[in-house]
T-cell receptor, first 116, second 115 residues
Framework: GNSVTQMEGPVTLSEEAFLTINCTYT??????LFWYVQYPGEGLQLLLK?????DKGSNKGFEATYRKETTSFHLEKGSVQVSDSAVYFC???????????????FGQGTILTVHP | EPEVTQTPSHQVTQMGQEVILRCVPI?????FYWYRQILGQKVEFLVS????????KSEIFDDQFSVERPDGSNFTLKIRSTKLEDSAMYFC?????????????FGNGTRLTVT
């Protein structure tokens, strides 16, 4: 079956530091890949996505590239802010258009804390 | 921006009792989902619902669970006889279509505590 593995957390950084959160996946076919973010007391929000190999998803300074050869979708940001403190989830779904597209398989989540 | 609304935010119940978790999806969305997250564990898919019927469910979603869209706006998850291990955060989600241009929108979740 499908699975997603994220780097262990928590991750603690100083403001303006470079961020990488590793994510690798196992899936059959051609999944779509996502990063979701959960701020304290809130629900999961889509941060970015990529639907095919070599696609780069980007939003709010965050980027991730769909690497089929390494089955990875690492999240990066060049300069983090205190407001980026949250839990980040890597996820995959089956190819778009199928009835299982909304059935996401999540990684375990990585807690990010950014200090001033 | 429209959002998915879940009530209550926190529900405490005794083992063996029935609970109903409520969700109001975004109004023009057609696909609905329930996920749960046991403390310290992964977010897990429970069930998907489309066209007034379950389209897919996980092994977690046994006979104790049911979903309903009773009135065209609410989407509910019922647990018939709660167990201690049902304690978790339950997230409702909805999406407009099954295409890649239509991301899932999640609610803020209901924290269920079974004592």
């Amino acid at each position: 079956g499908n699975s997603v593995t994220q780097m262990e957390g928590p991750v603690t950084l100083s403001e303006e530091a470079f961020l990488t959160i590793n994510c690798t996946y196992t899936a059959t076919g051609y999944p779509s890949l996502f990063w979701y973010v959960q701020y304290p007391g809130e629900g999961l929000q889509l941060l970015l996505k990529a639907t095919k190999a070599d696609d780069k998803g980007s939003n709010k300074g965050f980027e991730a590239t769909y690497r089929k050869e390494t089955t990875s979708f690492h999240l990066e940001k060049g300069s983090v802010q205190v407001s980026d403190s949250a839990v980040y989830f890597c996820a995959l779904s089956e190819s778009p258009g199928g009835t299982s597209y909304g059935k996401l398989t999540f990684g375990q989540g990585t807690i990010l804390t950014v200090h001033p | 921006e429209p959002e998915v609304t879940q009530t209550p935010s926190h529900q405490v119940t005794q083992m063996g009792q029935e609970v109903i978790l409520r969700c109001v999806p975004i109004s023009n969305h057609l696909y609905f989902y329930w996920y749960r997250q046991i403390l310290g564990q992964k977010v897990e898919f429970l069930v998907s619902f489309y066209n007034n019927e379950i389209s897919e469910k996980s092994e977690i979603f046994d006979d104790q669970f049911s979903v309903e869209r009773p009135d065209g706006s609410n989407f509910t998850l019922k647990i018939r006889s709660t167990k201690l291990e049902d304690s978790a955060m339950y997230f409702c989600a909805s999406t407009q279509s099954s295409g890649s241009h239509s991301p899932l929108h999640f609610g803020n979740g209901t924290r269920l505590t079974v004592t």
